[in-house]
Structures are given as structure tokens and as C-alpha cells.
């Protein structure tokens, strides 16, 4: 081959694929040579997301393959990569309602999706009721005749309250029309599958466990049922929502293969970490699910295999306890994001939760107070953890 240009030939792609490759390869190209016309014809038309491959705004391999792997982790009918977590749930908003809908939705729940749903889908005629997330039985009183989605998570962020999600799933069935949504991020389809509970959607922020190296951002919608499916890659596809990088892609699809070790880690010295706090004169609540004293117990153990890695916890002394200790930790690293291999710790109502918590009224709604913390529990040796909360607790300053 004497002309760089020539170095297009695509026998060199092919060569490569005969002999499988251990790894699924990076696939950086944006648009994919074509036999014929009629080829585009077909992939132009293309509602499922299977045909092959014309242009990685639609479709991209390396994208396909990680996708996959959700999917069977989920045992979904199909599922679709996004750029980032609130992607997938912005695009699950605007390809699932129309204006004049009714939304109900958890009161207590990651900030983004509360302020998406007060302020961007409120200017276009939606409408939202905010229940308790762990009471399915107020998400039935809330249902009206114009109630498109019940939108829930479990566990809660970021109080990891734990929703039914059998009788989340009943409710929807009962209600022609009606979607269910989970975020079962804090999860991870290896703790819990909502979908075979009934759930129609769940999404995932695959930034967090599923990545699991805080590495890369990516989101992930999954679907029940595979006609619904179809139907959003559609839209999707025009909306331009699908567009999630095949570096993130590749990065995701490499943590995907360590996260049932990595969940098994994570739960393991999240329940020590919270027997620790729990047992501790200065911490005055302790929210996680594996706690039997943990209102949310009984029901986290029929659907979830673990209970996770993140705990949420408050200190006697406030906010000014609460920031002392989130600064005095040396193990935990004090940052947002969660479900990386390595230990975080965040003050919500200052840092990820701020924009739902403006108001004292806020707060108290959604329960999520000043001396509230957040833990992601990583998979370093729970002692040094627990001997690193120790430390930052006895410099707390109670008043």
C-alpha cells in the first residue's frame, strides 16, 4: 500500500475480527463503510438497534457490547447506553410523557432528577406529586387519571430508603398505562434485578458500580418489555441522547467483568462500616439497609443478594460536627460520585443534594438534614476503614 489514504481498505478491519480478540476492541470510528446503498436503505430504518452499523450517534459497537452485557445482567427485552446518568433519565422523561402528564416520584431521591422534574419538565406542562419513596401505598393514593409514571428508587439516595419493588410492580400492572420507573443504581443489577419484579424500566447511572473505577460517566435505560424498547431507540436516535463515547464504552464494558467481586466488597465493608457507626456514642442515626434495625430491612433481604456500599449517617452537633468530620477523614476521600473502588464521604446538603434543599421546608421534607452524611463504601481493608472513621469521630467537636 503506497498511499496513506489507502490504508482505508477495509480487509484490515476484517483481519482483525477473525481471530476474536479476548477484549472487545475500542471502535473510535463515527460512521462505518456501507456494501450498498440498499444497506442504508435498511439501517436507515432500523427501529430495534440490531441491524449493523452506520453511524455511532445511532449505534456503535463498542457501545452495542457493553449495552449487552447490561441487558443480560438485568435480563432486560433491551437496553440503551447514554452519556451520563441524568441523560438516561432526561431522555426515559421525554420519550415516556407529553405534556399535561402526571408524574409520581420519591420525595427523597438524587437531587438532579428533583430538579429536572421541579423546574426543566415543569415549564412543559408536566405535572409531579412527591410521596414518600419507600410507601408504595402513598404512590397509589397519588395516582390521578392523567398518571403516566411512577418514578422510584431503591436504595434511596441519600438515605437509602428501600422501596417493595414486587408491590411496585403490582401497582403498575394494576394501572393500565402507567410505567414504572427504578433507579436502582445504588444496587447494581448484580444486588438486584427490578425487571424481574415487574418494574417496565430501570435505570442505572453507569458512572458509579457498574464503571466502578470513577473513571468514565455513562447512564443505562433497560426495558421490560422489548416493543418499548424499540420505540425509544427510535426517538432516541433523532434526539440524539444515544451518543455515549466508545472510550466510555470500552472502559465501562472492562469494569462490567469485576463487578460481581467488586459488589461482594463493597457490601462486606459497608455492613462493617455500619455496625461500626451504629455502636458509636456520637452518631445519632445510621441509615443502611443491612441493618436489622433499619426500617427497610425486611424488605431489602427479599430482593436485594447484598445490601450495598452506601450508608448515610448523621453526627450529634449538626452541620458543623457533620463538616468536621467529613474533612477530618484521611481514608475517605471527600468528593461526589459514588461507587468507585475507592472510599468517599459528602455532606449532601452542601454538595450533591444543594439544589433540592434550598429551604429549611426542603430539608424537612425530604428528611435530608444539615448533619447528614454520605458514605461510599470501597473495597480497601475495612479495617483501615473503620479505623479512619474512628479518628475523624474523635475530633468531632460535640456542643
Request: net charge negative; glycine share 8%.
Amino acid at each position: 500500500i503506497r498511499s496513506a489514504s489507502r490504508m482505508t481498505d477495509d480487509t484490515i478491519g476484517r483481519s482483525l475480527f477473525e481471530q476474536e480478540p479476548l477484549v472487545y476492541p475500542l471502535v473510535a470510528s463515527s460512521t462505518f463503510r456501507l456494501r450498498s446503498a440498499q444497506e442504508g436503505a435498511v439501517l436507515s430504518e432500523d427501529r430495534a438497534g440490531d441491524c449493523g452499523y452506520m453511524y455511532s450517534r445511532w449505534r456503535n459497537p463498542t457501545v452495542a457490547a457493553a449495552a449487552d452485557v447490561i441487558r443480560r445482567l438485568e435480563e432486560a427485552a433491551g437496553t440503551l447506553l447514554f452519556p451520563s446518568g441524568m441523560a438516561a433519565i432526561t431522555n426515559t422523561f421525554l420519550t415516556t410523557l407529553k405534556a399535561g402528564d402526571h408524574v409520581v416520584a420519591a420525595r427523597a431521591m438524587y437531587a438532579g432528577t428533583t430538579w429536572i422534574l421541579k423546574n426543566t419538565f415543569s415549564r412543559f406542562g408536566l405535572e409531579v406529586t412527591f410521596v414518600d419513596g419507600s410507601n408504595v401505598e402513598e404512590y397509589r393514593k397519588a395516582i390521578k387519571a392523567n398518571t403516566k409514571v411512577l418514578y422510584g428508587e431503591t436504595p434511596a439516595n441519600p438515605l437509602m430508603g428501600i422501596l417493595d419493588l414486587e408491590a411496585f410492580g403490582q401497582l403498575g400492572a394494576s394501572n393500565p398505562g402507567i410505567v414504572t420507573v427504578v433507579d436502582s443504581t445504588f444496587a447494581s443489577p448484580y444486588l438486584q434485578q427490578p425487571i424481574k419484579h415487574g418494574i417496565d424500566i430501570v435505570i442505572h447511572s453507569c458512572t458509579k458500580y457498574m464503571g466502578g473505577h470513577s473513571d468514565l460517566t455513562a447512564g443505562c435505560v433497560s426495558f421490560r418489555d422489548q416493543e418499548h424498547y424499540r420505540r425509544t431507540y427510535k426517538e432516541s436516535k433523532s434526539i440524539g441522547t444515544l451518543a455515549l463515547s466508545p472510550f466510555d464504552a470500552f472502559l465501562l464494558h472492562r469494569g462490567l467483568k469485576t463487578l460481581n467481586i467488586r459488589m461482594e466488597k463493597h457490601s462486606s465493608n459497608a455492613l462493617a462500616a455500619a455496625q461500626f457507626l451504629e455502636s458509636h456514642p456520637k452518631v445519632t442515626r445510621v441509615n443502611y439497609p443491612g441493618l436489622p434495625s433499619n426500617s427497610g430491612h425486611e424488605t431489602a433481604k427479599k430482593q436485594m443478594k447484598h445490601f450495598g456500599g452506601m450508608i448515610s449517617f448523621e453526627v450529634a452537633g449538626g452541620v458543623e460536627a457533620g463538616t468536621q468530620l467529613a474533612e477530618a477523614t484521611k481514608v475517605f476521600v471527600l468528593a461526589v460520585s459514588l461507587g468507585g473502588v475507592d472510599s468517599l464521604i459528602e455532606h449532601p446538603a452542601s454538595m450533591t443534594h444543594r439544589s433540592a434543599v434550598r429551604t429549611t421546608e426542603d430539608q424537612t421534607s425530604a428528611d435530608i438534614t444539615e448533619g447528614l452524611l454520605r458514605l461510599s463504601v470501597g473495597i480497601e481493608d475495612v479495617d483501615e476503614l473503620k479505623a479512619d472513621l474512628a479518628q475523624a469521630l474523635d475530633k468531632v467537636t460535640v456542643q
